[in-house]
């Protein structure tokens, strides 16, 4: 038996792969682009001031951007962008950072190590991971070991975006770790 190979004239060329979407974010004073990396983890942030009346389609352009935030090798997850705060986390698993940029000054206001937060009224409320768990300081400890986890003691604190002040609200627990 012969088997005939038919030739269709055509040619396997890699094509480039899609564009990373871009995902867009803004506060009447600012404009994030939010663009993932393509092999490593995270994003890169390019933000823009917004001047009053103006308009413009958003898009990640680092040339064009004000500041740019993130580079490879640093995990940095877009949370929340409320005024002039921009609020990241920083993490590649389980447990990461809050990261808190004032795009007014320029500056981080927060680079803490915290799983839990939110942003609240104008603040934004973490817990802070503190010290390692032991049995007297960590109700729930022998059932995290036996799991497999470690444990860490978190206190709860308030970043207050209009002055900047880090305040403890006096709340702490025991968490799970990996």
Request: with cysteine; glycine share 10%.
């Amino acid at each position: 038996m012969r088997l005939a190979v038919l030739s269709l004239g055509i040619s396997l060329v890699a094509l480039p792969a899609a564009a990373q979407e871009v995902e867009c974010h803004s506060s009447d004073s600012y404009r994030v682009a939010v663009k993932a990396y393509g092999e490593e983890p995270g994003a890169q942030i390019a933000v823009t001031a917004i001047e009053p009346g103006t308009t413009s389609a958003c898009r990640f352009d680092p040339d064009e951007a004000d500041d740019v935030i993130g580079e490879p090798g640093e995990p940095l997850w877009f949370y929340a962008l409320e005024g002039n705060i921009l609020v990241l986390s920083r993490s590649t698993g389980p447990q990461g950072d809050v990261v808190v940029h004032d795009l007014d000054e320029g500056t981080v206001l927060l680079d803490a190590p915290s799983d839990a937060f939110e942003v609240r009224d104008g603040q934004l409320v973490f817990w802070e991971r503190t010290v390692e768990g032991t049995p007297d300081t960590c109700p729930g400890f022998t059932e995290f070991q036996a799991n497999g986890f470690g444990t860490v003691i978190t206190v709860e604190k308030t970043l207050d975006f209009a002055d900047g002040s880090v305040t403890s609200t006096g709340a702490s627990r025991c968490d799970g770790t990996q």
